[in-house]
């Protein structure tokens, strides 16, 4: 599973859906969406998701880039949807966390 995680947060910009991630490991959707959320503590798409929220946190610290572009380079292909889940997990905007953050690399816990 480790190998899998890996190369999903290398691929964070594709979509993942649970046949495909199981067939990647080789086990049934059903056993992977199980065996996945024992060693995760999480469902695939909302790992997805948290992984997609630090790399967006990362780009807006560290980059130039603009909301578009940083929704896309993290996978929410659109830039609502990043606003969406940055509220959600961060209870701020991308925008006001760059304010706040850039430069200073910090993530969420």
Known sequence: ???LLRWMVQNLEQEHTVVELA???HMSARTFARRFR???GARPAAWLNSQRVLRAQ???ESTDLSIDEVARESGFG???LLRHHFAKVLDTSPQSYRRAFRGHLVTAG
């Open 1 to 3: 599973m480790e190998e």
């Open 23 to 25: 067939s990647r490991v």
């Open 38 to 40: 024992s060693e995760t």
């Open 58 to 60: 990362e780009l807006l």
């Open 78 to 80: 659109h830039p609502v």
